[in-house]
């Protein structure tokens, strides 16, 4: 079950319907948003301003080890107060990593897998309802053209 609102946000809608409600309200219709809870607690701040998460590869080291999660607005809020603008612009690059996963998705497109994010293959291909020559067939009763000479009908 995806929690994340990034991924939700760009999930297919099959499996945003099938998410229960932070909430526990009814299901979604097709045209509504998928609620996002924002809570961020004195604690979380505290949490954000860390200054060893926000350093590029300790930062990653450092939340795996301890098991703690910043949330992305924080880890980009971080970036920008602990290594100004170029620290927000590679925080936020290194969410856009983190979140959609381009090395994994490539490696599954390489090995044949299916992606994960987008919408499963469907179980059988679609079926034509005829087959080229009863299309072209009917195609020739309709325009009233005659099939040529020694041409099967």
């Given at each position: 079950?995806?929690?994340?609102?990034?991924?939700?946000?760009?999930?297919?809608?099959?499996v945003?319907?099938?998410?229960?409600m932070p909430?526990?309200g009814?299901p979604?219709?097709?045209?509504?948003?998928?609620?996002?809870?924002?809570?961020?607690?004195?604690?979380d701040?505290?949490?954000g301003?860390?200054?060893?998460?926000?350093?590029p590869v300790?930062?990653?080291?450092?939340?795996?080890a301890?098991?703690?999660?910043?949330?992305a607005?924080?880890?980009?809020l971080?970036?920008?107060?602990?290594?100004?603008p170029?620290?927000?612009?590679i925080a936020?690059a290194?969410?856009?990593?983190?979140q959609?996963?381009?090395?994994?998705?490539?490696r599954?497109?390489?090995?044949?897998?299916?992606d994960?994010?987008l919408?499963p293959?469907?179980?059988?291909?679609?079926?034509?309802a005829?087959?080229p020559?009863?299309?072209l067939?009917?195609?020739?009763?309709w325009?009233?053209?005659?099939?040529?000479p020694?041409a099967?009908?």
């Amino acid at each position: 079950m995806l929690t994340d609102p990034l991924r939700l946000s760009i999930a297919p809608p099959h499996v945003w319907q099938e998410t229960p409600m932070p909430d526990g309200g009814p299901p979604l219709a097709e045209d509504a948003a998928m609620p996002i809870a924002g809570r961020l607690t004195f604690r979380d701040v505290l949490r954000g301003l860390n200054p060893l998460h926000h350093l590029p590869v300790l930062g990653s080291i450092y939340r795996g080890a301890t098991g703690e999660e910043v949330p992305a607005p924080m880890r980009v809020l971080g970036g920008a107060l602990f290594g100004g603008p170029i620290g927000m612009l590679i925080a936020a690059a290194t969410l856009a990593v983190e979140q959609f996963q381009p090395v994994q998705r490539l490696r599954l497109s390489l090995e044949g897998r299916p992606d994960p994010f987008l919408d499963p293959p469907p179980a059988d291909p679609p079926r034509l309802a005829a087959t080229p020559a009863e299309a072209l067939a009917a195609y020739r009763r309709w325009t009233g053209v005659p099939p040529p000479p020694g041409a099967v009908a």
